[in-house]
């Protein structure tokens, strides 16, 4: 029974199998790390710490991702090997056969043995160049390479179309800010001529009322001038009846006259001027302290 059970752990296990019997590890390490297999070498019991060793020094394992990724690599890598030996072996053959055929076209052709045809450091090197042919590929049957040079041409242009959207994004939003600012100036505006347009015509109607007034004023002291004018006049115009009737006027009575009417007529003249200066203050005085002056620095104050 022992020998069986011998002979069934030496027998190589599918692909499959191997794959199931990891991830059974993997999960058993969640609960146990001396429970699965995959984790590298657990010391014995009877070994103790040493020195700085800490007394239960404990490695966290991989994370079950990255292990199974692993796993899964390490397959691949061993069948890719296996795959490429006997191609290796072929190309070893063709390698000799090559060089013999060398060596041979160069002995025709100088009539001498030349041994040294192909550099020894070609012959003796373990470096071998594959070519497009022989590269590693992908499960699709692509190389890697050029796999790799697809996705970073995906990325590069992907990265493009991302910076041309930003760009685009970015000016968009530059124009709508610079629309809704010259908008807002706009309306700014607006409101600031309403306000002007309303202040002046403001002050044009309290212009237009009290020049009305002080037109009023005038046209009445204008009738009291020219009522008492009319009154002095009148009694002018009787003196000069009454005197009229004198029958008898003397020189010197006719002189004293003149002059009386001379003097008369400066005191008129005189009188005259006082009145129209004493309007004239009047006319100042009234406008000092009925018209307001105009306010200067105004502040502009927006209702919404």
Do not use: W
């Amino acid at each position: 029974m022992r020998n069986h059970q011998e002979s069934d752990s030496d027998k190589s296990l599918s692909f499959e199998s191997e794959f199931t019997k990891h991830v059974l590890s993997l999960f058993c390490c969640l609960y146990d790390c001396h429970a699965a297999p995959y984790i590298g070498h657990i010391p014995h019991d009877n070994i103790h710490p040493t020195g700085e060793e800490e007394e239960e020094a404990y490695e966290a394992p991989p994370a079950f991702h990255d292990k199974l990724c692993d796993f899964r690599l390490d397959n691949s890598y061993k069948a890719y090997l296996n795959a490429r030996e006997p191609m290796i072996q072929e190309l070893s053959a063709r390698k000799e056969t090559l060089i013999e055929n060398v060596n041979k076209y160069n002995e025709r052709r100088n009539g001498t043995d030349n041994k040294a045809g192909i550099s020894e450091s070609f012959i003796d090197s373990d470096e071998i160049i594959l070519g497009e042919r022989l590269q590693a590929r992908t499960a699709s049957g692509k190389t890697s390479e050029g796999e790799l040079h697809k996705r970073r041409q995906e990325f590069i242009e992907k990265s493009r179309k991302s910076a041309e959207i930003r760009r685009k994004r970015l000016i968009e939003k530059r124009k709508n800010t610079k629309f809704e600012n010259a908008k807002q100036e706009r309306e700014v505006s607006k409101e600031l001529k309403k306000y002007n347009d309303k202040v002046k015509n403001t002050e044009i109607r309290n212009r237009k009322k009290v020049a009305a007034e002080r037109r009023e004023i005038m046209i009445q002291k204008r009738k009291k001038q020219l009522r008492a004018r009319a009154e002095e006049f009148d009694k002018e115009e009787e003196a000069k009846k009454s005197l009229g009737k004198i029958s008898y006027h003397s020189q010197n009575m006719d002189r004293s006259d003149f002059h009386s009417r001379e003097r008369d007529a400066q005191d008129e003249k005189y009188r005259s001027m006082r009145v129209k200066k004493e309007t004239a203050e009047q006319i100042n005085e009234y406008n000092h302290n009925t018209i307001k002056p105009k306010p200067s620095g105004r502040k502009v104050i927006f209702r919404k």
